[in-house]
C-alpha cells in the first residue's frame, strides 16, 4: 500500500523511506547470515566437539555482524522518523497554505472543529503511519521473500509449507484489515463530531444556559463522547485480533516445520546444521508479517488521515475571473506592468496618521460593473447587475436591508471571492489581475465581527503592519479612541489578550479593528458596520476620529446608522442585490 501521489509530490520524503527499508533489509539480511553461522558454531562446538579455538572465528564475525545489524537498524529507525518528521510538517504548511487560498468564503460550509482535528490529531497520526507501517509494509514483502529463497536453498522441502501457509497468512490479514479500516474510518469520522459538539458547546455555553438547555448540551456531548470511545474500543479489539489470530497462525506454521525436520532428522535425511538453521530462520520468515499485523491499526489511521486532509486539500480555491473580462493576451503584460506599479507607489509614502500617504492621488476610482454572484447551492443571487462608481476621495454608504448584497460586496472587493459576472476595477483595471499580496497593502478592512488573536494588544494592532513602532501603534490606537482603554489594561499594550480577545468588550474589540486599519494607513477602506458594537458616545468619537482618517482617502462604508450615513458623500440603496437608487 505505496502512496504513490505522496511520494510524488514530496520527493525527499520519498529517499528517506527508501533508505530506511534498505537498512531494514540490510539489518533482515545480515540476521539470516547470522543464524546460520549461530547453526554452525553449535554444530561444531556441540555436535562435532570442535576446540573453541576453532569456532573462534565464526564467533568474531558474528560479533561483528551483530554491530552491523545494530548500526542498520539505528539508521533505519532514524530515517523513518526523518521521515515522518518532514511529511509532517510540509503537509501541515501546505494544508494550511491552500485553507488561506481557500478563503474565509469558501471555508463557510466546512465544520471547523473537524479541520482543526485534522490539522492536529489527523497530521499527528502519520508519524506511525511513515515510520512504523510504511516501512513494516516494504520489508513484509521483501524479506520474506529473501528468507524463502534461502530456505530453499538449505532445505527445498520446508519450502513446500511455507509456500501454502504464507499466502494463507497474507489472506487473513487483508480479510481482517479490510474490516480494521471501515472501523477506523468510524472512529476517525466520530472524533470530527465530538471535537464539533465540544467547541459548539464552549462557545455557545452562555445561550444554552439561558434557555435551559445546559444539562441537555452535556448529555449529547457524552453520547458522542461514548460513541466515540465505543468506535475507539472496537478499532483496538480487530487490532488485538488481529495480532492475535497472525502469532498463532505463525507459531502454527512453524511447529509444522518443527515437526517434518524432526521427523527427516531422525531419519538421517538431514544434517543438523541444516536443520537447526530451518528452523531457526523460519520465524523470520513470519516475523515481518507479524509486525505488519501490529502496525496495521497505524496504517489504517493514517490512510484515514490522508484522506480527510485530501479532502480538505481538494476544497476550491477562489474562482479565476471570467474569461469574458480579461483582455487579449498581447495587452495583458502592460495592463498587469501599469497596475502593479500604481498600487507599489502607494507603499512610499512615511506613516502619518489623517494624512494621505504620497502617491495615493494616483489611486484614481473603484468601478463595480455588473457585479453577479451566487453562492453554491443558493437558489438565488446574492448579487445581480451591481453597477455604481466609488469617486477618488470620495465616502460612499452602502445601506440596505440584511441579506441585500452589502457583506457579499465587501467580501468581492477584498477578494475574498470572485464575481460570477461582471468585475470590479480599479481605474479601468479588475482588480482580478492584481496579486492578492499588493492588493492587501492598498485596501483596509474594519469587519463586522473582528478576529482577536492571543497575542498582545500591540501585537493585534500590528496585525496588518508587522514592525510598527510603539509610538506608530499609539498614534493608530488614539484614531480609534482606543488607546484610553489599553493604557487601563494591567500591562497596557504589551497585555496578553485571551483568545478572540477573551478579555475585551465587543466594542473594545471593534475598536481594535478599527485601530488595525488606521496604521495600515491605505487609500482604500473599507468599514463594515465598524460602529455596530459602539454606544452613541464611543461612536461619535470613532465616527469623528474616521472622519479625519479618511480625508483625501476612498472609503465603502456599509452601515445603518444615521450618524455613519451622515458623513458619507454618496449613498447607494442596495435591496435584494440590486441597486435601488443612488443618492447624495
Known amino acids: 500500500m505505496w502512496p504513490r501521489s505522496l511520494f510524488a509530490e514530496h520527493p525527499l520524503v520519498r529517499r528517506w523511506v527508501i533508505v530506511s527499508v ?6 533482515a539480511a545480515i540476521l539470516v547470515a547470522w543464524t546460520i553461522l549461530l547453526a554452525g558454531v553449535i554444530n561444531d562446538g556441540f555436535i562435532q566437539k570442535q576446540s573453541f579455538g576453532d569456532v573462534l572465528p565464526l564467533l568474531e564475525l558474528m560479533a561483528v555482524l551483530l554491530l552491523l545489524r545494530a548500526a542498520c537498524i539505528w539508521l533505519a529507525e532514524i530515517s523513518s522518523q526523518r521521515a515522518s518528521g518532514l511529511l509532517r510538517s510540509q503537509i501541515r504548511s501546505d494544508t494550511l497554505a491552500h485553507l ?16 482543526t482535528t485534522t490539522l492536529g490529531q489527523g497530521i499527528d497520526s502519520l508519524d506511525p503511519y511513515l515510520s512504523r507501517f510504511l ?7 521483501i524479506v520474506p521473500a529473501g528468507v524463502f529463497v534461502t530456505i530453499g536453498i538449505l532445505d527445498p522441502w520446508t519450502t513446500l509449507i511455507l509456500l501454502f501457509t504464507g499466502p494463507m497468512l497474507i489472506l487473513l490479514l487483508a480479510v481482517i484489515g479490510r474490516r480494521t479500516r471501515s472501523l477506523t474510518e468510524q472512529r476517525f469520522e466520530q472524533l470530527g463530531w465530538l471535537s464539533s459538539f465540544y467547541l459548539d458547546m464552549i462557545q455557545g455555553l452562555a445561550t444554552l444556559k439561558a434557555f435551559g438547555r445546559a444539562e441537555e448540551g452535556a448529555e449529547m456531548v457524552e453520547q458522542v463522547s461514548r460513541r466515540y470511545g465505543e468506535a475507539t474500543m472496537d478499532v483496538l479489539r480487530t487490532a488485538f485480533q488481529t495480532s492475535l489470530m497472525m502469532e498463532w497462525a505463525a507459531t502454527a506454521a512453524t511447529a509444522l516445520v518443527a515437526v517434518q525436520i524432526s521427523f527427516r532428522l531422525i531419519r538421517g535425511d538431514l544434517s543438523f546444521d541444516l536443520a537447526l538453521a530451518v528452523l531457526m530462520l523460519t520465524p523470520e520468515f513470519f516475523a515481518p508479517l507479524r509486525r505488519l499485523a501490529i502496525e496495521y491499526h497505524a496504517g489504517q489511521e493514517g490512510n484515514t488521515a490522508l484522506e480527510r486532509i485530501a479532502e480538505i486539500t481538494a476544497i476550491p480555491t477562489q474562482r479565476l475571473a471570467n474569461p469574458s473580462t480579461e483582455t487579449p493576451a498581447a495587452e495583458t503584460p502592460a495592463t498587469e506592468d501599469r497596475s502593479t506599479s500604481q498600487i507599489k507607489s502607494l507603499e512610499s509614502g512615511a506613516v502619518q496618521f489623517g494624512a494621505v500617504q504620497s502617491g495615493a492621488a494616483q489611486f484614481g476610482a473603484v468601478q463595480f460593473d455588473s457585479v453577479g454572484f451566487t453562492y453554491p447551492e443558493a437558489n438565488s443571487a446574492a448579487l445581480e447587475q451591481v453597477s455604481f462608481e466609488i469617486r477618488h476621495g470620495e465616502t460612499v454608504a452602502l445601506v440596505g436591508p440584511s441579506g441585500a448584497g452589502k457583506s457579499t460586496l465587501a467580501k468581492l472587493l477584498m477578494q475574498f471571492m470572485q464575481p460570477d459576472q461582471g468585475q470590479i476595477c480599479r481605474d479601468g483595471i479588475p482588480i482580478q489581475r492584481i496579486e492578492h499580496s499588493e492588493w492587501r497593502r492598498v485596501i483596509s478592512w474594519v469587519p463586522q465581527q473582528p478576529a482577536v488573536f492571543a497575542g498582545t494588544v500591540a501585537e493585534n494592532i500590528a496585525l496588518g503592519k508587522p514592525g510598527s513602532s510603539l509610538t506608530q501603534i499609539r498614534k493608530a490606537a488614539r484614531v480609534a479612541c482606543a488607546e484610553e482603554f489599553i493604557d487601563a489594561l494591567p500591562e497596557g499594550f504589551n497585555t496578553l489578550l485571551g483568545e478572540n480577545g477573551l ?3 465587543g466594542g473594545q474589540r471593534q475598536r481594535l479593528a478599527i485601530a488595525r486599519a488606521a496604521i495600515m494607513n491605505t487609500p482604500l477602506v473599507l ?3 465598524f460602529t455596530a458594537h459602539l454606544d452613541e458616545e464611543t461612536e461619535a468619537q470613532v465616527v469623528s476620529a474616521m472622519a479625519s482618517l479618511m480625508q483625501g482617502r476612498t472609503a465603502l462604508v456599509i452601515a445603518h446608522r444615521a450618524a455613519t450615513i451622515a458623513s458619507a458623500d454618496r449613498i447607494v440603496n442596495l435591496e435584494a442585490g440590486h441597486v435601488i437608487e443612488a443618492t447624495r
Open 527 to 529: 468599514l463594515d458596520e
Open 22 to 27: 534498505l537498512c531494514g533489509t540490510a539489518a
Open 135 to 141: 516501512p513494516a509494509a516494504a520489508l513484509s514483502a
Open 503 to 505: 478579555r475585551l468588550s
Open 100 to 115: 488561506v487560498r481557500v478563503g474565509p468564503a469558501g471555508l463557510s460550509n466546512e465544520r471547523t472543529a473537524e479541520i
